[in-house]
């Protein structure tokens, strides 16, 4: 692995643990449902989460036919399919109030991508 890619690794841990952060005020900035909505500092967990996760997403979009070799078509358009719907679910269990469907989801993005990244980050 790259050393760039443990350094995105280590703002996505670094984002997760500000954003899993106990707080006294939950206060929330936007609120997307009774249950749902990011507070201040869970406003700066996911921006840490960010710096992370998009340059992951460029590496893997830049790297997509390197990708599409590797895995083969058909399995690089089930990955990003199983992303594209659990990013989807992601935001409607949030609107919705859902915490069933919205760890579901994560848990398939987070797979999915992860393979997706695994694969872009190995050195050739």
């Not at 921006?47 to 979009?61: A, T």
């Amino acid at each position: 692995m790259k050393t760039i890619f443990w350094i995105y690794f280590a703002l996505l841990v670094l984002g997760l643990i500000v954003l899993a952060w106990p707080e006294e005020n939950n206060l929330m900035i936007v609120q997307f449902s009774e249950t749902h909505g990011p507070s201040k500092t869970d406003l700066a967990g996911i921006l840490i989460i960010m710096m992370g996760y998009l340059p992951m997403i460029k590496e893997v979009w830049k790297r997509s036919s390197w990708i599409k070799t590797n895995l083969g078509n058909r399995n690089w358009n089930i990955l990003i399919g199983i992303t594209i719907t659990s990013l989807t679910a992601i935001a409607l269990s949030l609107y919705a109030g859902n915490d069933t469907l919205l760890w579901i989801s994560v848990l398939g993005a987070v797979i999915a991508q992860a393979v997706l990244v695994r694969v872009a980050y190995t050195r050739t």
